[in-house]
């Protein structure tokens, strides 16, 4: 059996070094210059420095003999703590920081720049000239007065219909119009109803979703009680209770959380479509206060669309100024999760929250074969106008060369022999009966673009959509909702993809992971077994079996 030597003390060796300093500190008189080190030469590094200055830091002793020996006799005999003094003010130069650096971590808000948000009261932070918008918001497209001229221009982005436009204009030519007005109109004014009607269809499903997202309700601090508000009502200045698995009705800076460590966590699918969880923190100095008491006033910047950044800070009962950052605030549309409740106050609303600042409108989408069929008619339109221009050009040549015989020439008499006395009829010229021929030629040649073509497609896109939205194969049992075409436009992009770009397997599959079966210690702790003993294990043997399967 080995014994362990004892351990030895550490009492000599402190000893010893406390006596190697003092004899350090005892220094002769005169001491020769000391040799500089090669390594000296060279400018340090800026990591360099700031380390040897932090270690300089913890000894004085060896900075104060340093700098004693780089002295002369005379200074030598200086008093020892002129020369500490000096060591420690070049540390303290050394450790400043650029006034760059103060600049780009941390800038100061003006007041004309910023806008002031008093905790839990709204009153006071909407009052004039602050009059901050409300909580509701709107995605639609049209409203009322403007539906009609906006969807117009919005259609006649087609240049099919500019070309059915111009056939109905050409109508109203009396030395042209084949039909009436009304009937020379009628196919234009049907295409552009049908697709009015499906527009204003699509816009009132906007309009629908807006309304039922401005009911929602919201846990808001009324009177020191909190009670359900719509989001809709929600002001700037109000103090907001959101609790696990609930959307974030505008963004709000973090008061207090459910965890003692102020930490909340967030899932901003909504907004970069990032399912990962973020964490948010509340600040200590209003963990400690209760909502219903706490009152101060936050300083932060105005509204913008940057989502990862923020600037503020907040001022309670007259202490000094908290500063805030990106991980102090949870904007709109993201959900909390794994947090039982958070507390915040609400900073931005409605249409100045950042999701809605992001918001680019309802776009106008048009689908490839919409673009493919543009094209197609400017490349008609063209050989139309180059057929037109052919019959114009030899009607100019036939009228040149029969100059002398169109009084008398059959089918294109400009006397008039219907009566005793010859009269004349409207003859405008040689010229003239040139831009007659080349407009009567566009009419005759319509049939290249057909108008029933459109219609046809609107037709078809619309039962389309109606057969989606019925089909059992795409209703989901789970959330119990059927499929959705938002965009009657591109039904027939649906599946049509030509490129991916992915960055990882996550962005194409669930990565969820389903639990199979489990054996600990010869027992199955399945879902059908209810922890019964395992026949597949082998006798003797104890160890443990977990199974997941990726679907």
């Known amino acids: 059996m080995s014994v362990l030597p004892p351990r030895p003390s550490l009492l000599p060796l402190a000893q010893s070094s406390q006596e190697a300093t003092a004899a350090d500190m005892e220094l002769p008189a005169s001491l020769p210059d000391p040799v500089p080190s090669p390594i000296l030469k060279h400018s340090p590094s800026p990591s360099i420095l700031s380390r040897s200055a932090r270690s300089a830091a913890d000894t004085p ?18 008093p020892s703590f002129e020369s500490f003094r000096t060591a420690r003010s070049r540390l303290s130069v050394s450790r400043r920081s650029t006034p760059e650096h103060h600049v780009g971590s941390q800038r100061d808000l003006r007041d004309e720049d910023a806008r002031f948000v008093y905790i839990n009261d709204a009153a006071r932070t909407n009052a004039p000239p602050a009059m901050f918008p409300n909580n509701s918001v709107r995605t639609t497209k049209y409203s009322i007065l403007t539906f009609i001229p906006r969807n117009l221009y919005e259609q006649f982005h087609r240049l099919a219909y500019v070309y059915f436009l111009i056939l109905a204009a050409l109508n109203f030519i009396p030395q042209l119009h084949v039909n009436s007005a009304a009937a020379g109109t009628a196919p234009l004014s049907v295409v552009l109803a049908v697709t009015a009607v499906k527009d204003a269809y699509e816009d009132w499903r906007r309009h629908r979703s807006d309304k039922n997202e401005n009911n929602r309700s919201a846990s808001v601090l009324v009177d020191g009680v909190f009670r359900p508000k719509r989001w809709k009502e929600m002001q700037v200045g109000d103090v907001v209770r959101v609790v696990a698995n609930e959307t974030l009705p505008c963004d709000m800076v973090l008061l207090s959380t459910s965890d003692p460590t102020g930490v909340a966590y967030v899932q901003t699918i909504n907004l970069d479509g990032e399912s990962n969880l973020k964490t948010r923190y509340a600040k200590q100095e209003t963990m400690l206060t209760p909502p219903e008491a706490l009152a101060g006033v936050i300083k932060c910047e105005k ?80 050989i ?12 100019g040549i036939w009228l040149g060369e029969h100059n002398d015989q169109l009084g008398i020439i059959h089918f294109f008499r400009t006397n008039d022999y219907s009566s005793l006395q010859v009269r004349k009829y409207d003859w405008l010229g040689a010229g003239a009966q040139v831009v007659f021929t080349f407009l009567s030629g566009v009419i005759q040649f319509q049939i290249m673009i057909p108008i029933a073509l459109f219609i046809s497609m609107e037709m078809v896109r619309a039962g389309q959509a109606y057969s989606m939205v019925q089909d059992n194969h795409m209703f989901d049992d789970k959330s119990k909702t059927r499929f959705q075409c938002r965009a009657l436009n591109i039904n027939e992009d649906l599946g049509q993809i030509k490129y991916v770009f992915s960055d990882k397997t996550g962005t194409l599959t669930e990565n969820k992971m389903e639990f199979q079966c489990a054996s600990v210690h010869g027992r199955d702790f399945s879902d059908s077994s209810g922890g019964k003993e395992d026949r597949n294990t082998m006798p003797g043997k104890q160890f443990s079996l977990i199974q997941f399967e990726f679907p």
């Open 384 to 395: 139309l106008v180059v057929l037109c221009f052919v019959v114009a050009l030899l009607a």
């Open 61 to 78: 002793s060896v900075t104060f003999a340093a700098d004693f020996r780089s002295r002369s006799r005379a200074e030598s005999t200086s």
């Open 303 to 382: 509204p913008n669309r940057n989502i990862y950044g923020f600037l503020a800070t907040v001022d309670l009962d007259g202490r000094r100024a908290v500063s805030l950052g990106t991980s102090n605030i949870m904007l709109r549309g993201c959900e909390l999760k794994n947090t039982v409740w958070a507390i915040g106050v609400a900073v931005y609303t409605g249409s100045e929250t950042k999701v809605m600042l992001n918001s680019s409108g309802a776009p106008s989408k048009r689908s490839r074969l919409e673009t493919d069929m543009n094209r197609e008619t400017a490349a008609l339109a063209v």
